[in-house]
């Protein structure tokens, strides 16, 4: 699969994320509109699904980088770093997203927006400190291949739709009105009974359903940012190393967000790797993906 096919695929599984998800509030606002004999929760679901997808492909990077509490940093704040970015985006032929910075002596990175001209790279302060120039390169360079893979467009708005199917699991587990519902109505008594199991069964799964959107649209796109890197850097070696000293960091980032945990290069979270949660991790064990780089040294 060449660099224009995937594009085309990770543009495409964000408009059918974006149909699905108004379609799912559609039928959800139709249940619950059902269960309470009132018809305005399905407009109230719709237009909730409507402006969660607005909000997540517009503003999903704003929101991403309030959520990480970053701060901008322009050219003569570090120019080093400043041109190092620059000098990868001309040999990459991308445009010099903007540059964040979060203070946190966790070192690692991630990278948000809907595409090239509105992308953003953000680094924590502890990757800058702990990382040699050719390995920061190497972490610049997988951010700059999720942009021109166009990974972040559908990772940013998978954060935001998944944060929007949070919360309002959340206001359904708040509703205590479940008996507001004609109770004369023998007829209709069954589909009112699976209507209320369907709300329940919604508020107590969406986090799962929010984790595994999360975890089908992760693994993937990591270990073909890795072989891009190493590709744009001709230097694996730069990537090897500086996965090895992400990893070998213990300590998990101070603020840590279950919502963005995906974007970054290395779960911020550090959790311990076992054979169950293995299943349910954002990112792929650092260990393959340093496995599949040396089979790149060796090509």
Request: net charge positive.
């Amino acid at each position: 699969m060449n660099l224009y096919t995937n594009v085309s695929r990770n543009i495409s599984k964000t408009y059918l994320l974006l149909f699905v998800f108004v379609l799912f509030f559609g039928i959800f606002g139709y249940v619950i509109s059902y269960y309470f004999e009132n018809s305005v929760f399905i407009y109230i679901a719709l237009a909730y699904a409507i402006v969660s997808s607005f909000v997540g492909y517009w503003f999903s990077d704003r929101i991403i980088l309030s959520m990480s509490n970053a701060k901008l940093i322009k050219h003569d704040d570090n120019q080093d770093l400043y041109h190092l970015v620059e000098n990868l985006c001309i040999a990459s032929g991308l445009p010099v997203p903007k540059i964040y910075v979060i203070n946190d002596p966790s070192p690692n990175a991630f990278a948000t927006g809907r595409n090239p001209k509105h992308a953003v790279i953000c680094l924590t302060s502890g990757l800058m400190e702990t990382l040699n120039k050719s390995e920061l390169e190497a972490v610049i360079a997988h951010e700059l291949s999720h942009i021109k893979n166009y990974d972040i467009l559908i990772a940013s708005l998978v954060v935001v739709l998944a944060t929007a199917i949070m919360w309002l699991s959340q206001i359904v587990l708040r509703m205590g009105s479940w008996n507001s519902r004609s109770k004369n109505d023998d007829r209709n008594g069954y589909f009112a009974l699976i209507s209320l199991i369907f709300l329940i069964g919604f508020a107590i799964l969406s986090p799962i359903v929010a984790t595994l959107i999360q975890l089908a649209i992760s693994r993937k796109r990591e270990f073909l940012a890795d072989s891009s890197a190493a590709l744009m850097t001709r230097y694996p070696e730069g990537l090897i190393s500086a996965l090895q000293k992400i990893s070998s960091y213990q300590k998990p980032m101070a603020k840590v967000n279950d919502y963005t945990r995906n974007l970054y290069i290395s779960d911020p979270a550090k959790q311990k790797v076992t054979w169950f949660n293995k299943l349910f991790l954002t990112h792929p064990p650092i260990e393959e993906r340093i496995r599949s780089l040396e089979q790149i040294k060796k090509t």
